[in-house]
C-alpha cells in the first residue's frame, strides 16, 4: 500500500481479488457484530465484542 492509496482504490482491488463468497460472507459477519452491539447493550456484551473485534484485526474507532 502506498501513501497515495485511496478507499476508492481498496474497495477496487478487493472487488478484483474477492470472490462474491467472500464478500457476502465479510459483510454477513459485519452485520453479525453490528446486531449484536445494537440489540445486546449490556456493557460486558459491548465490551467483550468490542475486544473480539480489536483481536480481529477490525478497527472500530
Known amino acids: 500500500m502506498t ?3 485511496t478507499v476508492s482504490d ?3 482491488t478487493a472487488h478484483a ?3 462474491p463468497l467472500q464478500i457476502a460472507t465479510g459483510l454477513a459477519f459485519a452485520a ?3 446486531f449484536t ?3 445486546l447493550q449490556d456493557p460486558l456484551a459491548h ?3 468490542h ?3 480489536h483481536g480481529a484485526g477490525i478497527v472500530c474507532h
Open 37 to 39: 452491539l445494537v440489540f
Open 3 to 5: 501513501t497515495s492509496d
Open 47 to 49: 465490551d467483550a465484542m
Open 32 to 34: 453479525g457484530i453490528a
Open 17 to 19: 481479488e474477492l470472490t
Open 51 to 53: 475486544n473480539f473485534r
Open 10 to 12: 481498496r474497495i477496487e
